[in-house]
């Protein structure tokens, strides 16, 4: 199964940028590709951004367009998150996911790295 490691967080000031980092252990064969998640303190895991090679494809949660950035790259399997101009509600535990399809046919987030903490302070 692959393996999923985050790195980058930290704490910054609103404003801020900072760069995630997930470094997989093999390529993920799957048309959903991989995302990244947030869960913030007494909130669900939610989606924040997902990018399937296999088509071409990003998405974006609306909190984070315009401000967050992901991207691949395959060859060094590592799927990064770029995060600028950050908000106190983008503070979290940021978690790197392998999607893949559900019985339902909807990609989610089934293999999951161990996260890695942000937090933006005013």
């Known amino acids: 199964q692959v393996q999923l490691m985050e790195s980058g967080g930290g704490s910054v000031q609103t404003g801020g940028s900072l760069k995630l980092s997930c470094s997989f252990s093999q390529y993920i064969f799957s048309g959903c590709g991989m995302g990244w998640y947030r869960q913030a303190p007494g909130k669900e895991r939610e989606l924040v951004s997902s990018i399937s090679s296999r088509y071409s494809s990003t998405v974006y949660a609306d909190s984070v367009k315009g401000r967050f950035t992901i991207s691949q790259d395959n060859a060094e399997k590592v799927l990064y998150l770029e995060m600028n101009n950050l908000k106190t509600e983008d503070t979290a535990v940021y978690y790197c996911?392998?999607?893949?399809?559900?019985?339902?046919?909807?990609?989610?987030?089934?293999?999951w790295g161990q996260g890695t903490q942000v937090t933006v302070s005013s």
């Open positions: 996911a392998a999607m893949f399809e559900n019985s339902a046919l909807i990609c989610e987030g089934q293999v």
